[in-house]
């Protein structure tokens, strides 16, 4: 027996775009990815609307500048409900603005499992908007696991639309030899890339010091430079990273 389409969704284009920061391996920098893409899209939009979907660890509604809301998935016995990323998605369709969605590692599979099921990047394709899933790759012993993430991302979207982060702060991506881009599982899957945004090791004890210290007060980058608590070289730090990660996006042309 044959399949019939699902049916097709008819309305006038709108202008935004919905960012998705996913990944199934935690404490890989999913949410300083997310908290620094939601400042560039700040710096770059008239209206961001951020949403915290992490059910165990908040990060992005600690950041007072984003003014970010909480998504309740988990219900009263504790257990993801998938039916609230209804709401979510009509939010997405029917709000004229650009999201951005920080995602938890517990929620993964759930929320990647509903995009798949529903079709919702076509849903919003049609609706005249382009969500993009921004994925943390990550170096050294974290490297396997955010590989695995990567993959099943790649293989279940339609569009070339992952943002590939790649974090070496706990090393270098490398395996076997070969860089990343040389890497089978990236080859196999570069179609659904539209690009990266590199995040180098630096020295730890003077631009790590300065990113922790930001993290730890929970400071976007434009609160830390123009911050009294920072010094001269600190801010100096903090601007160099912002500039590279901005520059870099600037390149993906994702506005």
């Not at 935004?16 to 996913?22: P, S």
């Not at 400042?39 to 609307?49: A, F, G, P």
């Not at 979907?53 to 500048?65: E, H, I, K």
Request: glycine share 8%; proline share 3%.
């Amino acid at each position: 027996m044959s399949k019939s389409n699902p049916p097709e969704i008819h309305a006038p284009a709108t202008r935004g775009a919905i960012h998705l920061v996913m990944q199934g391996k935690g404490g890989v920098g999913k949410s300083l990815v997310s908290t620094w893409l939601a400042e560039y899209l700040l710096t770059r939009r008239k209206e961001v609307r951020c949403i915290d979907g992490d059910p165990v660890n908040r990060s992005l509604v600690q950041y007072a500048a984003l003014n970010a809301d909480k998504l309740d998935l988990v219900n009263s016995d504790g257990i993801v409900d998938r039916t609230r990323y209804d709401v979510l998605l009509e939010r997405f369709a029917s709000e004229e603005a650009t999201f951005l969605l920080d995602s938890g590692a517990t929620v993964f599979l759930p929320l990647w499992s509903y995009i798949v099921e529903t079709e919702m990047i076509r849903v919003l394709r049609d609706l005249g908007k382009r969500l993009y899933v921004h994925c943390v790759v990550c170096g050294g012993e974290m490297l396997n696991d955010t590989l695995v993430g990567f993959e099943t991302l790649a293989k279940g979207t339609p569009d070339r639309n992952i943002v590939l982060w790649l974090n070496e702060y706990f090393g270098g991506i490398a395996r076997d030899g070969k860089t990343f881009d040389q890497m089978t599982i990236f080859r196999e899957n570069s179609d659904k890339v539209l690009g990266s945004v590199g995040i180098p090791q630096r020295s730890p004890d003077t631009f790590g010091v300065a990113i922790q210290r930001m993290r730890e007060k929970k400071l976007t980058f434009d609160e830390a430079i123009q911050s009294e608590g920072f010094g001269l070289a600190e801010k100096s730090r903090v601007h160099i990273v912002r500039k590279k990660v901005y520059d870099q996006l600037d390149q993906l042309e994702m506005l």
